[in-house]
């Protein structure tokens, strides 16, 4: 399967401070990327679905001026955490799709653990 | 309201039984049923199905799609406990939107 990768892998922060994560396809060109956080034993939440070039689209309840998603390229996307705090701390998990042939396929980042202090 | 749904939410097993797992659906313009397998961090892939009664194999797992009853089953035969994990069953449509179901929690005694 495609690679996708994620970086940090885990990050520490303090209280309002702002975090930034990476997403990236490695050997594919993503004509969408998702952004996903989990909490413990609980299922994958969609934050947002990020097209390239364009604004992402956020789910309801997710507010998009705290979680501010940049597509730039078709291999790279990136999720601020502005002026986190604690209740913010979770797995944020990207993933990154491509439609081919008539179906399409979603691959996972390795996610990101936050702690907001 | 499209939805994805998963059963049962847990099972626990001893070494070498077989399990299987459902994943049941009602996703508008459906285009393809996803089976991913989750340990500590990111879901992994599993399979994708796109047809109904083709089924898919890889080792002691394999899956298979009916598009009519629209449900997906994923069986583990001969289990281990490295199959301890959390399965997850998503659906995509045409939009390359994907439904998540909340999961089957296997865990595999010794």
């Known amino acids: 399967g495609a690679v996708v990768s994620q970086h940090p892998s885990w990050v520490i922060c303090k209280s309002g401070t702002s975090v930034k994560i990476e997403c990236r396809s490695l050997d594919f060109q993503a004509t969408t990327m998702f952004w996903y956080r989990q909490f413990p034993k609980q299922s994958l939440m969609l934050m947002a679905t990020?097209?390239?070039?364009?604004?992402?689209?956020?789910e309801q309840g997710v507010e998009k001026d705290k979680f501010l998603i940049n597509h730039a390229s078709l291999t790279l996307s990136t999720l601020t955490v502005t002026s986190a705090h604690p209740e913010d701390s979770s797995f944020y998990i990207c993933s990154a799709s491509f439609f081919a042939s008539g179906y399409n396929e979603q691959f996972f980042g390795p996610g990101t653990r936050l702690t907001v202090l | 309201e499209d939805k994805v749904v998963q059963s049962p939410l847990s099972l626990v097993v001893h070494e070498g039984d077989t399990v299987t797992l459902n994943c049941s659906y009602e996703?508008?313009?459906?285009?393809?049923l996803l089976w991913y397998k989750q340990e500590k961090k990111a879901p992994t892939f599993l399979f994708m199905l796109t047809s109904s009664g083709i089924e898919k194999k890889s080792g002691r797992l394999s899956s298979i799609l009916d598009k009519k009853e629209l449900f997906s089953i994923l069986n583990i035969t001969a289990t281990q406990t490295g199959d301890s994990a959390v399965y997850l069953c998503?659906?995509?449509?045409?939009?390359?939107?994907?439904?998540f179901g909340t999961g089957t929690s296997l865990t595999v005694i010794p």
């Open positions: 996703v508008t313009n459906f285009r393809s």
């Open positions: 998503a659906v995509g449509n045409t939009g390359n939107q994907f439904y």
């Open positions: 990020s097209n390239e070039g364009s604004k992402a689209t956020y």
